[in-house]
């Protein structure tokens, strides 16, 4: 079989990873420190973070989903 008579092999490819630009959508406080639900100005991916203390980097609570379209 000559590679004219073959089906072109198809790569899955993956989006370009880049660094997320987190912006706050929302956020409101509870017993454990701040809730904050922020999204990716880049790509439109979401996530969940916690802020324990005022001026540290807050910590992921969930893992990022997907952008809608």
């Given at each position: 079989m000559t590679?004219?008579?073959?089906?072109?092999?198809r790569?899955?490819t993956?989006?370009p990873?880049?660094?997320?630009?987190w912006?706050?959508?929302s956020?409101?406080?509870t017993?454990?420190g701040?809730i904050v639900?922020?999204r990716?100005d880049?790509c439109?991916?979401?996530?969940?973070?916690?802020r324990?203390?005022?001026?540290t980097p807050?910590?992921?609570?969930?893992?990022?989903?997907a952008?809608a379209?």
């Amino acid at each position: 079989m000559t590679a004219s008579q073959t089906l072109p092999i198809r790569i899955p490819t993956q989006p370009p990873l880049h660094e997320h630009a987190w912006s706050v959508e929302s956020a409101h406080r509870t017993s454990q420190g701040e809730i904050v639900y922020v999204r990716c100005d880049g790509c439109g991916v979401r996530r969940v973070d916690l802020r324990t203390v005022a001026g540290t980097p807050p910590t992921a609570q969930s893992r990022t989903t997907a952008a809608a379209r």
